[in-house]
């Protein structure tokens, strides 16, 4: 049921959050270590338990197995998130200001809301962060001397491996942060990576900030070696593993500003390997070079 004396506050990269109306033991486990107080929120959401939304009279401008997004003349946005299997919606988010946000949750589905991505698909995140120059990127977080290494590449190409292969022959100097995602943000010519209460299948979350020491594009090979790619390619790698609203146009030229930035500022490395102690050597040896 409705329940708007509860309010939980999160603050997500620089995003002040209020929750009201769900209550702590519904919130996933990661979410929680982003609580924070704070006297003014950036971003309100409601949640509903016992009202049907009133969904809207107008065509879908985007729609997905997963998801349906609409778009009021005013320009605020609605979404229906649907559960692919069943093809059953599980929530409607109705956003009513730039700045609030109706949550109409199935209560059949309340089992579901302290799943990582449920509850975070409601919230939207990433069209209020592209606002402070913030996108999620895919990617295992690893601290490494107190910067962050990131690797990245397609699903399954090895990231969570590699970052587990520095934990194991650098104890001392490597930690991972994210086993799947973290928030990147610039300030200035500085890209950070910040803590993302999402981390797939790794488990491996943690609210941390560290600046960018690198981006390493991974891809599996019998040998070890730094690929020259043309700037063109690292690029369009990169804008693959940002979340991106592709509906959105100002949306999408953002990201591409943001990961045109990014390769052209940070040392972003294509690098071939297998699962050795010198796939860590021959890396560290290019950062090395790279940082001087």
């Known amino acids: 049921n409705d329940n708007p004396c509860i309010m939980i506050r999160l603050t997500i990269g620089n ?3 209020q929750l009201e109306g769900i209550d702590r033991v519904h919130l996933p486990a990661n979410t929680l270590l982003f609580e924070s107080t704070f006297k003014e929120a950036d971003l309100y959401y409601t949640f509903h338990t016992d009202r049907q939304p009133r969904l809207p009279n107008i065509p879908p401008v ?15 946005e609605s979404r229906l998130l649907i559960l692919p299997d069943s093809q059953t919606a599980y929530a409607y988010l109705e956003e009513t200001d730039s700045d609030h946000t109706e949550i109409y949750f199935n209560p059949a589905y309340t089992s579901l809301l302290n799943t990582d991505t449920i509850f975070h698909s409601m919230l939207a995140l990433e069209k209020h962060l592209v606002l402070q120059n913030s996108f999620v990127f895919h990617c295992s977080y690893l601290d490494f001397e107190g910067k962050a290494v990131l690797f990245s590449g397609p699903s399954g190409i090895g990231k969570t491996t590699h970052t587990n292969l520095w934990c194991q022959y650098l104890p001392d100097r ?8 973290c928030l990147l943000s610039r300030e200035g010519n500085t890209f950070y990576a910040n803590g993302w209460p999402i981390c797939g299948s790794s488990g491996i979350c943690h609210n941390k900030r560290r600046e960018v020491r690198a981006i ?23 804008l693959e593993q940002l979340t991106v609203n592709y509906w959105n146009r100002e949306f999408t030229d953002a990201a591409m500003t943001f990961a045109d930035s990014l390769v052209s500022t940070l040392p972003c490395f294509t690098y071939a390997c297998n699962i050795s102690r010198e796939a860590v050597d021959t890396l560290y040896q290019q950062l090395i070079t790279a940082n001087k």
């Not at 985007?62 to 605020?76: A, E, M, N, T």
């Not at 490597?174 to 995602?181: E, F, I, P, Q, W």
């Not at 390493?216 to 990169?238: D, G, M, S, W």
């Open 216 to 238: 390493v594009l991974l891809q599996q090979a019998p040998e070890n070696r730094l690929i020259e790619e043309k700037k063109i390619l690292t690029f369009r790698r990169v």
């Open 174 to 181: 490597a930690k991972v942060l994210n086993g799947d995602k």
């Open 62 to 76: 985007y729609r997905k197995p997963d998801i349906l997004v609409f778009r009021q003349p005013s320009g605020l």
């Open 15 to 17: 995003l002040h959050i």
